[in-house]
């Protein structure tokens, strides 16, 4: 398994902006981000194949959410742009081997999971 640390996160008024960052060391093809709201399913929010830098996201989120990653400091961020009341949840990064393009939205694919990070919007 590939360590994570994640950071970021926090309260944030609706419209705000908040960054999310996840370092993977070590072996790793896909890097993603999933969430979990109370009562409701994890579900995924956006992935990014690291060979190819090609990104997945899940329904409209692009519009407001972008990838990017730092090779040098194996970190992908996750910013997130005109946030709503209803993405607050957990947000986790999560890493695969698994290589396929696009990047995988299942996330029994992913093997290594990050702690979880608190974002909270307020309306």
């Known amino acids: 398994q590939v360590p994570l640390v994640e950071s970021g996160g926090g309260l944030v008024q609706a419209g705000g902006s908040l960054r999310l960052s996840c370092t993977a060391s070590g072996r790793t093809n896909t890097m993603g981000w999933f969430r979990q709201a109370p009562g409701k399913e994890r579900e995924f929010v956006a992935a990014?194949?690291?060979?190819?830098?090609?990104?997945s996201y899940a329904g409209s989120m692009n519009e407001r959410f972008s990838l990017f990653r730092d090779n040098a400091k194996e970190t992908l961020y996750l910013e997130m742009n005109n946030l709503k009341p209803e993405d607050t949840a957990v947000y986790r990064c999560?890493?695969?081997?698994?290589?396929?393009?696009?990047?995988?939205?299942?996330?029994?694919?992913?093997?290594?999971w990050g702690q979880g990070a608190q974002v909270t919007v307020s309306s």
């Open positions: 990014m194949h690291l060979i190819t830098g090609g990104t």
């Open positions: 999560a890493t695969s081997i698994t290589a396929v393009y696009p990047p995988t939205r299942d996330p029994h694919d992913y093997d290594t």
